[in-house]
């Protein structure tokens, strides 16, 4: 028994001392760079980020639209095993580099969420470590100008995003060696952790509370592996205010009880971003509904020092929608296509954010989003 928690405690002292190791590398490596987009480590402006679906509808519009209103970042989705289902084939990855060469020309920062892994890249614990590794390193090369950060397998606390019964300690394991592959490439990219998503409380019992799974982190070592620790906040309450509590985890605020493990494992300086969340999903929500309640949630997020960044989902239709593009900010109506005025009411907030003036109604954004544009006939996902 002795024996066993020595070589825990060491395997733990370990993991810290290669992370501290590692993240000084990232910033000896590429000061500037990684000083360079709002709301990384050691900057102190917001980052305003919203996610792009690069297989889906009006890919181009969308990244025009994020230049145009002034957002730093773009999530997208490495939906592995859709882009790489047979391990004996090359990925097929001619629309995500188009994507994201296209927001790259744009000057806008992309977020890569590596997301499904596919059955090849699994075994009983949840993803191989080396191929995994091996794929982060793959995708930072290959977008090393325009991938800033990787978001590594968001939902790691569910079945779902970590492809088995979640595993806190082959996650920070996971990370670490992730890490390593970075930077012994000399990559500038960073890692961001967790994807962490509530899970309510009558859940099978697959799946693992975000406040354990995180604190697990910390005992595995993890902790100077996270610079960036990710959330997804998802099916919200429609109060933005509405104080988190354990009785009712899908609440905007969630951010608050995440912090305070942090701020419990001394990891004052770690940030949180929010790569993934969206207004309730009702349909009885109005578009000016809809609209307040985003800018209400991103200037609650933007005045918290420790969030250092915050993405909007449904930007862009996926290619096929169930159930209506309405929910989405870039909406096909008919023959035409509609901006939704939480597009410009977003100008409106980062225009005031870094100016300190409110950009006047009649921009060409606000005759967009009031009125239609005529599709193009540009064929899904390109630029």
Not at 27 to 39: E, I, S, Y
Not at 85 to 108: C, E, Y
Not at 141 to 148: E, G, H, P, Q, T
Not at 216 to 238: C, F, N, Q, T
Request: charge should be neutral; aromatic fraction near 8%; glycine fraction near 8%.
């Amino acid at each position: 028994m002795a024996q066993r928690d020595f070589v825990k405690r060491s395997s733990k002292i370990i993991l810290n001392l290669l992370g501290a190791c590692l993240i000084l590398a990232a910033q000896l490596l590429c000061p500037q760079h990684a000083r360079a987009a709002n709301g990384f480590p050691n900057t102190l402006k917001f980052g305003y980020g919203a996610r792009l679906d690069p297989l889906g509808k009006e890919v181009s519009l969308a990244l025009n639209t994020a230049t145009s209103i002034g957002i730093d970042w773009i999530g997208v989705d490495f939906d592995w095993a859709r882009l790489w289902a047979n391990s004996n084939k090359q990925p097929k990855l001619d629309t995500l580099d188009q994507a994201i060469g296209r927001a790259h020309k744009n000057g806008v920062n992309v977020l890569l969420s590596i997301t499904n892994p596919p059955s090849w890249a699994l075994n009983d614990q949840g993803p191989d470590l080396e191929l995994t590794a091996g794929l982060v390193s793959q995708l930072a090369d290959r977008y090393r100008d325009s991938v800033l950060a990787i978001e590594l397998l968001p939902e790691a606390n569910t079945t779902r995003g970590w492809g088995a019964r979640p595993n806190p300690n082959a996650y920070a394991a996971l990370l670490a060696a992730c890490w390593e592959g970075l930077r012994s490439n000399g990559s500038p990219t960073i890692l961001v952790a967790g994807g962490l998503r509530p899970i309510s409380n009558d859940k099978s019992g697959n799946d693992m509370e975000d406040l354990d799974f995180l604190s697990a982190l910390y005992a595995s070592g993890a902790k100077d592996l996270m610079p960036v620790v990710s959330l997804h906040l998802i099916d919200l309450s429609r109060e933005t205010m509405a104080s988190p509590d354990s009785q009712n985890p899908y609440v905007l605020r969630r951010y608050e009880l995440i912090r305070q493990v942090m701020l419990k494992q001394n990891h004052n300086g770690g940030l949180i971003w929010i790569t993934d969340f969206s207004w309730p999903d009702s349909n009885d929500i109005s578009p000016e509904e809809q609209s307040r309640w985003i800018n209400q949630a991103f200037q609650l997020m933007r005045s918290q020092l420790y969030i250092g960044a915050a993405f909007v989902e449904r930007f862009n239709p996926p290619d096929q929608t169930g159930g209506g593009d309405h929910h989405y900010l870039i909406q096909n109506k008919g023959q035409a296509t509609r901006l939704h005025p939480a597009l410009y009411a977003l100008a409106q907030l980062i225009t005031l954010d870094r100016s300190g003036q409110l950009i006047q109604p009649l921009t060409e954004l606000g005759k967009t989003s009031s009125s239609t544009l005529q599709k193009s006939g540009t064929p899904a996902g390109q630029p």
